[in-house]
């Protein structure tokens, strides 16, 4: 799949993402005091934060993959797609594009752990070599300038970021409009757009 190509297939994946971290808390309830019947409610909370960081995801990843039956461990990581992605690299999710045995396998990684997802797309022929990707929170640190820039004007704070055949592309939404950076995932350089 052509990185640059991917916009159509990282926005599916973002809603699935979406679809699939909600809110699972039995305390996420809300409970009215008594006579009281309806209205509005601040639903905001001071409780954990729920992004994660890439390295926690592939850490899930070799935890889930313990518990599995010999035979069913993946061999590798052939796509990383994180949804909600921050100016500290740690996402409200991560979808890792997988190869269990022959088969492609899509798992969704949140604050509630590793998940399979049903998607019906190829995976890249090319697996990721994590000890020589940068990592999120790099790739940002090392452009924190250009990233900043394009997401203030967009009048946002989060963006999207696809990894694969060695390339990260930041994918930054604003309404109908978007914008993409690309940077070699190896080093973090950026890499003009042409």
């Not at 752990?113 to 990721?128: D, N, T, V, Y």
Request: aromatic fraction near 6%; charged fraction near 20%.
């Amino acid at each position: 799949m052509n990185v640059r190509g991917a916009i159509p297939f990282l926005t599916a994946v973002i809603v699935i993402i979406c679809c699939t971290s909600g809110c699972t808390d039995s305390q996420a309830a809300v409970s009215l005091p008594s006579g009281v019947e309806g209205g509005v409610t601040d639903i905001t909370s001071d409780g954990p934060d729920t992004k994660v960081r890439l390295d926690e995801a592939l850490a899930a990843l070799d935890a889930w993959q313990a518990d599995l039956p010999p035979g069913d461990s993946v061999a590798a990581v052939y796509q990383v797609l994180g949804a909600g992605v921050e100016t500290d690299g740690r996402a409200r999710g991560w979808v890792l594009g997988v190869r269990q045995g022959d088969t492609p396998r899509w798992l969704a990684y949140g604050r509630e752990g590793i998940q399979k997802i049903s998607l019906s797309a190829p995976l890249p022929a090319e697996e990721i070599a994590f000890p020589d990707v940068v990592m999120p929170e790099g790739l940002y640190e090392q452009n924190r300038m250009v990233i900043d820039d394009t997401l203030r004007r967009h009048g946002t704070d989060t963006a999207d970021l696809a990894l694969t055949a060695g390339e990260y592309v930041l994918t930054i939404r604003s309404g109908a409009e978007f914008e993409t950076l690309v940077f070699r995932a190896a080093t973090g350089e950026a890499i003009p757009s042409v």
